[in-house]
């Protein structure tokens, strides 16, 4: 079983950066060595999206709305996922959740393939 716990939200103006953080821990081994994480978001009345994700390979995909913004990033050593955001825009205003999938090659952006999700942290970007 994987645990996955977001930290970093918080409220910031448009044009600022903020950097999300996710703890992952596993009764097992270390959880980046073997799996797919992945960030989306989900704002009031939307369905959730996603918005970045990264293999265990190190490869990584996005949302179009988010290229050249966001970056996603692992420390294996840490078991750690991070976003960094940046030139946050207002309609980044979301709920933003890490998520993981045991299939390490997998590279998606669709919640369906994800199993383990951790409890969110929200993002405010006022204009």
């Known amino acids: 079983q994987v645990q996955l716990v977001e930290s970093g939200g918080g409220s910031v103006q448009s044009g600022g950066s903020l950097r999300l953080s996710c703890a992952a821990s596993?009764?097992?081994?270390?959880?980046?060595?073997?799996?797919?994480m992945a960030w989306f978001r989900q704002a009031p009345g939307k369905e959730r999206e996603g918005v970045a994700a990264i293999n265990s390979a190190g490869t990584t995909a996005y949302a179009d709305s988010v290229k050249g913004r966001f970056t996603i990033s692992q420390d294996k050593v840490k078991n750690t996922l991070y976003l960094q955001m940046d030139n946050l825009k207002s309609e980044d205003t979301a709920m933003y959740y890490c998520?993981?999938?045991?299939?390490?090659?997998?590279?998606?952006?669709?919640?369906?393939?994800?199993?383990?999700w951790g409890q969110g942290t929200q993002v405010s970007v006022s204009s």
């Open positions: 998520a993981a999938d045991s299939r390490g090659w997998l590279l998606s952006l669709h919640e369906y393939n994800y199993h383990e």
């Open positions: 596993s009764d097992s081994f270390t959880i980046f060595s073997g799996y797919c």
